[in-house]
Nanobody
Framework: QVQLVESGGGLVQAGGSLRLSCAASGRTFSSYVMGWFRQAPGKEREFVAA????????YYAESVEGRFTISRDNAKNETRLQMNLLKPEDTAVYYC???????????????????WGQGAQVTVSS
């Protein structure tokens, strides 16, 4: 188990940038694949980005590819989502999530992530 606390949500103009941070408790942060998901009103929760345990591999939804960057610092127990060139359609509640991975095999589906942050509202205005 790992506890996740998000910060950095807010309101930004279209084309602007915003950074979300996710701080994890405990000393086994490097055992978890970290991911970001988002949910807009009336829509299902969707995958945004994920990063492997050592940061060597990253995964992005097509809708954010080239604009968002996920990163992690295992020494600080932190993962971040840098969002650039934001669009109004990026407006959603963003959730940090953790998936314990001891084998190197993991899923990018929400059901595979057992720990979730409280959510951070990101609003992008036109």
């Amino acid at each position: 188990q790992v506890q996740l606390v998000e910060s950095g949500g807010g309101l930004v103009q279209a084309g602007g940038s915003l950074r979300l941070s996710c701080a994890a408790s405990g000393r086994t942060f490097s055992s978890y694949v970290m991911g970001w998901f988002r949910q807009a009103p009336g829509k299902e929760r969707e995958f945004v980005a994920a990063i492997s345990r050592n940061g060597g591999r990253t995964y992005y939804a097509e809708s954010v590819e080239g604009r968002f960057t996920i990163s992690r610092d295992n020494a600080k127990n932190e993962t971040r989502l840098q969002m650039n060139l934001l669009k109004p359609e990026d407006t959603a509640v963003y959730y940090c999530a953790a998936q314990y991975d001891e084998s190197g095999f993991f899923t990018l589906k929400p059901a595979g992530f057992g720990s979730w942050g409280q959510g951070a509202q990101v609003t992008v205005s036109s």
